[in-house]
């Protein structure tokens, strides 16, 4: 599918919804992608209000940006059961700590995560905060990444056993069914 949204059915719940936007920003069966230069990344940020419309964004904070996006497609990987890219989430760690997230506090307000940094490391703060909500009300395992090797694709479980694997049985899980069917029927010795 072309990078973008998912059916309803597999959309998770605002805010999370634009952490699952961005990770989903590259189909990456056909290559294509949102995120394919520096003004792209500033294009997509500032259409969802991450960052101002003339914030100067260059080539490492586009690089940064893609550490975030596939350190946090590895970690939803994990939420589906499957291995986890060890060097993904340390990229997204170390860029996670340039947004200096910080729990705010204002008389009067509830007390709230924010990034002290401006610009692109600012706007990873802004979708970090999302996910550390998204831990905190247990929605965050139900992020995930969908197993078919060209897919990956992001989904949010709705299934009430959290049993949800594929990001579209009819796009990927009938070709997995398709495929072990066919290892089945080859004959075991030729
Ligand atoms: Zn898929």
């Known amino acids: 599918m072309a990078p973008g949204i998912s059916t309803p059915a ?56 893609i550490d975030v996006r596939e350190g946090l497609r590895a970690l939803l990987m994990g939420n589906n059961g499957l291995p986890v890219d060890e060097e993904r989430v340390a990229r997204l760690d170390r860029a996670a700590a340039r947004a200096g997230v910080r729990l705010v506090f204002r008389p009067g307000a509830d007390p709230e995560l924010q990034p002290e940094a401006v610009g692109v490391d600012g706007a990873i703060g802004r979708l970090l905060t999302i996910v550390a909500g998204a831990v905190e009300q247990g929605r965050w395992q139900r992020l995930k990444a969908c197993p078919r090797e060209v897919c990956h694709w992001a989904f949010f479980d709705h299934s009430k056993n959290h049993s949800g694997r594929w990001c579209l049985m009819e796009v990927c899980g009938n070709i997995e069914k398709a495929r072990a069917f066919r290892e089945r029927k080859r004959p075991a010795h030729q």
């Open 10 to 65: 597999k959309t998770a719940p605002a805010p999370l919804e634009l952490v699952q936007r961005f990770v989903n920003s590259v189909d990456l069966e056909s290559g294509e992608d949102e995120l394919s230069g520096p003004g792209e990344l500033r294009d997509w940020l500032a259409e969802r209000d991450l960052i101002s419309p003339d914030q100067p964004v260059g080539k490492a904070d586009l690089r940064r940006a």
